[in-house]
């Protein structure tokens, strides 16, 4: 079922984020049709960002072609995405103006690094481009150390597609209600600018330095961080709040060498990190993970996606899915309860719904 159930969805192409937010949709409830290519094989599919999805191949340099997708955009699509540079779908006959002329609902999502406008709007640029734009990538890291890119989680996801689909979903609301489709021009460097809003709070207070690995929750702090143990595995440290604190400082034996009412006191932080990481660096991961699996410290094993997938927690609430090969990919979330999702389906094979592309009537291309 899922609460998008009855939308519909048309995705022009992409790779990153476009498809991650038609994932996220599929994942809903929403029918998802990718537009692919001729000649795109295999290949051209992604196992889990594609999943759920149908699919149909369009020579979009072909006039007729274009004319049949212009037709079945404006007939079937609720929802239109797309991820290419500012003025390609316009060259290509597909921008919103006609769409939007024949089908005055239509919400059209664009999805870019810098935007459709801006000097850089037809710049070239990747997820670490966009979040070194937008002041992101300076703030990660560790002090001394050149920025961290943080995979490309932070701009081509949570950033971009995740903020996309909050967009279309938001100007769908609208055009429900009233009749009127829009264009949502989504960007990453505006969206990983929107996910650093916190630490410019921090910042506009002064409680928050530029100087990268030196704050609070950037491994500044030695009680938010991460510690290699003896099996060269590691645990992840978030005793923020005093009494997870004191319960890190007893459960690691250290009760008369730290002085818990010193947590906040930066000149104390040295000799706090060296005995935690004296004492986690005594035992294996596991050890640790056994001893505090039961404590309120906010200490846990950082566990690669195997191991992710396997753990105790996560197999009791189904956050992994298992592929059709054996794999592991993320559950649909979030999770509701009057309009549950279903297991998403496979990813599909390039051009097995062409049928769909047949000319709409009343459309005159």
Request: with cysteine; net charge negative.
């Amino acid at each position: 079922m899922g609460p998008l159930k009855g939308v519909r969805v048309v995705e022009l192409g992409g790779i990153g984020p476009v498809p991650f937010c038609g994932m996220l949709l599929a994942d809903l409830g929403a029918e998802v049709v990718r537009v692919h290519r001729p000649g795109d094989g295999p290949d051209r599919v992604h196992p889990v960002l594609d999943r759920g999805k149908r699919s149909v191949i369009a020579d979009l340099g072909n006039d007729a072609e274009v004319r049949g997708m212009r037709n079945y955009l404006r007939a079937s699509a609720e929802v239109v995405l797309e991820g290419f540079r500012p003025g390609v779908a316009e060259r290509l006959g597909l921008g919103p103006e006609p769409l939007l002329a024949g089908n005055p609902a239509l919400v059209y999502g664009r999805m870019t690094g810098f935007g459709q406008t801006g000097p850089l709007a037809e710049r070239a640029g990747h997820d670490i481009n966009y979040i070194a734009l937008s002041g992101a990538l300076a703030a990660i890291g560790r002090e001394g150390e050149r920025p961290t890119p943080p995979l490309n989680l932070v701009g081509d996801f949570g950033g971009g597609g995740m903020l996309l689909a909050l967009g279309v979903l938001s100007a769908m609301l609208h055009s429900r209600a009233t009749g009127e489709g829009q264009v949502v021009d989504a960007a990453m460097v505006d969206g990983s600018a929107t996910l650093m809003a916190m630490i410019h709070g921090f910042r506009n207070l002064g409680t928050w330095s530029s100087e990268r690995g030196t704050n609070l929750l950037d491994t500044g702090a030695p009680f938010y961080d991460t510690y290699e143990c003896s099996d060269a595995r590691h645990v992840a440290v978030g005793a923020l709040e005093p009494r997870f604190f004191v319960n890190l400082v007893d459960h690691l034996g250290l009760s008369d060498e730290i002085d818990p009412a010193r947590q906040h006191d930066r000149a104390y932080w040295p000799r706090i990190r060296s005995a935690l990481a004296r004492a986690f660096g005594s035992a294996p991961r596991d050890h640790w993970a056994a001893v505090f699996a039961e404590v309120d410290a906010c200490v846990t094993p950082v566990l690669d996606m195997a191991e992710a997938a396997a753990h105790a927690h996560n197999r009791a609430r189904e956050v992994f899915l298992r592929d059709g090969e054996g794999g592991f990919a993320p559950a649909p979330a979030p999770r509701f309860s009057a309009t549950p999702c279903p297991a998403p389906g496979p990813a599909p094979t390039p051009g097995q719904d062409d049928v769909l592309l047949a000319c709409p009537p009343g459309t005159d291309g």
